[in-house]
């Protein structure tokens, strides 16, 4: 993480003199996730990298393949350790699905890169740590009771992330239990049909008070809608969404339902990048994976 000038070391600060915006209390400079640790991040690098590689022509030497080797070795021996996870908690670290699930994608993708590009690498043993995470997960990230996924090992609280383990291909979208995960957020984290990260109390994210719906969960939504074939569904919520762009046609980070206004940091290419992503999976008719490149038609 860097500031605007360059600035490597980001110690956060409150400014207590500050009154912030509408009285939204503490002001901080710096940023505390600095020094946090975020798994997830390592497969989402990864797979990026995959894709560029499968977007690539063919025989384009890949010059980055030392560089994934170096993450998945640290990745191994890290996986499996507790983190503070996509969304920067500040509570105590904790098995997040979410970040479990990408060092599955991380696995994943090495072993494709092995198989499909011949690049050189210990195919049978991340093959190995591939299963091994994936069982990891359904064994100990899943509510059975409820049948959903849940947001971290041993709790019963959801999480947009999960919307996206079809996204990524750990299972596909037609598994029951992803199916029950689709209505288990859309039931139970959602405000007026919009989606929620979390719910900020129950979850222990260190933070006081609460936020507004999240413009990029509500797009993992739709795509999440589309790939269980309730398409009709996914293209509601999808229109509903761009009814909520400013003058310009763009998006902060949430929306505040009961307000009816935008929230955060405006404009948000986090909540714009899922917009075109579902604008094409709704122009191609499905939802396709993370790994499968898309491309233009003919």
Not at 122 to 142: N, Q, Y
Request: hydrophobic share 35%.
């Amino acid at each position: 993480m860097y500031g605007i000038d360059g600035t490597r070391r980001l110690p956060e600060t409150e400014l207590p003199w500050l009154a912030g915006f509408e009285g939204s209390k503490p002001v901080r400079t710096g940023n505390a996730a600095a020094p946090q640790l975020q798994l997830d991040v390592w497969g989402e690098v990864l797979d990026g990298l995959s894709l560029t590689r499968a977007a690539s022509p063919a025989g384009t030497v890949d010059d980055s393949w030392d560089i994934q080797v170096a993450l998945m070795e640290y990745l191994e021996g890290a996986w499996n350790q507790p983190d503070n996870g996509l969304w920067e908690m500040r509570g105590p670290r904790r098995h997040n699905t979410h970040s479990k699930v990408m060092a599955w994608v991380a696995a994943d993708r090495m072993v494709k890169g092995i198989q499909q590009s011949g690049l050189p690498g210990p195919e049978d043993r991340w093959s190995a740590l591939r299963d091994t995470i994936h069982k990891d997960v359904m064994a100990h990230g899943f509510d059975s009771d409820r049948n959903t996924f849940v947001q971290s090992y041993g709790s019963k609280e959801l999480d947009a992330s999960l919307l996206l383990i079809p996204r990524v291909g750990f299972l596909p979208h037609g598994h029951p239990r992803v199916v029950g995960t689709v209505d288990a957020i859309q039931q139970h984290l959602t405000e007026d049909g919009f989606v929620l990260r979390y719910h900020p109390q129950a979850s222990n994210d260190g933070l006081p008070g609460t936020e507004g719906v999240f413009l990029a969960c509500s797009f993992w939504l739709v795509d999440a809608l589309l790939g269980i074939n309730r398409r009709q569904d996914a293209e509601d919520l999808f229109q509903r969404l761009l009814s909520l762009r400013n003058d310009v046609g763009l998006l902060s980070e949430e929306w505040d339902p009961k307000n009816q206004r935008l929230l955060g940091n405006t404009p948000q290419a986090f909540s714009h990048f899922p917009l075109i992503h579902c604008a094409l999976q709704l122009q191609h008719g499905h939802s396709r994976q993370s790994n499968k490149p898309l491309r233009s038609p003919d």
